[in-house]
């Protein structure tokens, strides 16, 4: 069976009722056309809006066709192609229609507020630290390829923001940082990823808004004081900031910044004494 002539075939047919299902607001999903495995973009033109069912069948289809399984597992919850194969044969598709955002706002609900004890929560943290490479990797990968709507990306960043957590449990995670080091290769992989690392112009006026105005208290100094008392770096880590200092290129507008910072901080050391 040609299932790359049907999959097209599906996808072209959904997307004569695209505007139509977001018209509606019932609960749809965002679908790469091109996976990002075969060189998909996250371009309007490769993106379409999907209900759930026709999202999993979209999968499926894809799967049938390139041997993608690892999506439709996820979405039908299984472990193997077997499952993925009795989920659909049985009513997986129709059982999904219409009732997913109902199940995930149940889970979501057993969730809040669930308190686990010390110990099972040492047992996840081995557990997380334990993985191999090639889980890591592939953990990696997938989040890299995960599309988010901007509604999505809009509910979590205010969720972090609405996050309370208790002084006791902002002490218990300072205590488990101290004495913690990555290793070599991890540092290589974060200077790299933070190298690469794109930052919108309008990410990048949001954070300056974010910081204009923000007053540390007296407190919070003390303690990033106490922090960097003592602090030694390499020779070579030494080299590298003083290497990236000289090439920095800094324009009138930051310099300008600066200049308000310094005089703002200043001023504030001379009120404080």
């Known amino acids: 069976m040609d299932y790359k002539r049907i999959y097209n075939e599906f996808i072209a047919d959904r997307r004569a009722r695209e505007a139509a299902l977001i018209v509606s607001g019932e609960y749809a999903e965002r679908h790469h056309v091109v996976p990002r495995a075969l060189g998909g973009t996250d371009d309007a033109d490769n993106m379409i809006t999907l209900s759930y069912s026709d999202h999993y069948m979209a999968h499926l289809l894809l799967a049938k066709a390139h041997g993608f399984w690892h999506a439709v597992l996820l979405m039908s919850h299984t472990s193997t192609k077997l499952d993925a194969y009795r989920a659909r044969r049985w009513g997986g598709v129709a059982r999904y229609k219409g009732m997913l955002p109902q199940t995930r706002t149940k889970m979501s609900a057993a969730q809040t507020g669930r308190t686990r004890s010390a110990e099972t929560r040492a047992k996840m943290s081995e557990a997380l630290r334990n993985r191999s490479p090639e889980t890591r990797a592939k953990m990696s990968e997938a989040q890299r390829a995960r599309f988010r709507s901007p509604e999505a990306r809009a509910k979590l ?27 070599a290769e991890t540092r290589a992989k974060i200077s790299e990823a933070l190298r690469n690392r794109g930052i919108s112009p309008e990410a990048r006026a949001k954070l300056s808004e974010a910081a204009s105005g923000r007053v540390v208290s007296a407190e919070a100094r003390a303690k990033m004081s106490a922090a960097q008392t003592g602090r030694t770096r390499s020779a070579e880590t030494r080299a590298k900031m003083s290497e990236a200092l000289r090439n920095r290129v800094i324009s009138p507008e930051t310099r300008a910044k600066l200049a308000e910072a310094r005089r703002t901080y200043w001023a504030r050391r001379r009120a404080d004494a």
């Open 157 to 183: 960043s205010e969720a972090s923001r609405s996050r309370g957590i208790s002084p006791e449990a902002r002490a218990a995670m300072v205590v488990g940082r101290r004495g913690y080091a990555h290793s």
